[in-house]
């Protein structure tokens, strides 16, 4: 069965440094998103891409992070100069828009810690 | 976006089914009920979903009231793997931002 891939399973980083997570969506799915959860706490929405832009973005998206689709297969999530807040477990997502129900299938997340 | 508001924790014996309900009283006539849960840290997993009908699939089953301002998961046979956060969503579309609340902790017991 296909699933949503994610890398680094781990990433740990300097305060202030640059941070690239990278998704591999299913691969005929057309939305995909970024989620996060810190330790303990809620699963947070903060961007979704359709089509190349973004459609939708929470207040917690900033201009610290961006998002790209640089290939056919990839999704990536920067965050330009990581805080310390930024540690959290953050999870991929992507959607089909044949699919009736319109569910997000969800990767297994990368953990960011920074340090 | 509908809010939801589900009890924080459940147990379930082993075998025996689970029933996690969720109030979702200021639903609107076209926003779906979605169910996803989250075993320990992993990411996220659809369970299934529900507008009108009640809903069954392979992994469980979606009873929904007929003023829709309740439902309630069903997990027919509960095994340890279903140890879970369980989230009840209601949202015009799946496509949109998924807004997660705190959900109903389950635990199978033995």
């Known amino acids: 069965e296909p699933e949503v891939t994610q890398t680094p399973s781990h990433q740990v980083t300097q305060m202030g440094q640059e941070v690239i997570l990278r998704c591999v969506p299913i691969?005929?799915?057309?939305?995909f998103y970024w989620y996060r959860q810190i330790l303990g706490q809620k699963v947070e929405f903060l961007v979704s891409?359709?089509?190349?832009?973004?459609?939708?973005k929470s207040e917690i998206f900033d201009d610290q992070f961006s998002v790209e689709r640089p290939d056919g297969s990839n999704f990536t999530l920067k965050i330009r100069s990581t805080k310390l807040e930024d540690s959290a477990m953050y999870f991929c997502?992507?959607?089909?828009?044949?699919?009736?129900?319109?569910?997000?299938?969800f990767g297994p997340g990368t953990r960011l810690t920074v340090l | 976006d509908a809010k939801t508001t589900q009890p924080t924790s459940m147990d379930c014996a082993e075998g025996r089914a689970a029933n996690l309900p969720c109030n979702h009283s200021?639903?609107?006539?076209?926003?779906?009920v979605y169910w996803y849960r989250q075993i320990h840290s992993q990411g996220p997993q659809y369970i299934i979903h529900?507008?009108?009908n009640n809903e069954t699939n392979e992994m469980a089953s979606l009873i929904i009231t007929e003023d829709r301002k309740s439902s309630t998961l069903i997990l027919p046979h509960a095994t340890l793997r279903d140890t879970a956060v369980y989230y009840c969503?209601?949202?015009?579309?799946?496509?949109?931002?998924?807004?997660f609340g705190s959900g109903t902790r389950l635990q199978v017991q033995p």
């Open positions: 997502a992507s959607s089909d828009p044949d699919r009736d129900g319109d569910e997000q299938f």
């Open positions: 691969s005929n799915h057309l939305y």
């Open positions: 891409f359709y089509n190349n832009e973004i459609s939708e």
């Open positions: 200021t639903i609107s006539g076209n926003e779906y």
């Open positions: 529900g507008l009108k």
């Open positions: 969503i209601s949202c015009y579309t799946g496509r949109r931002a998924l807004t």
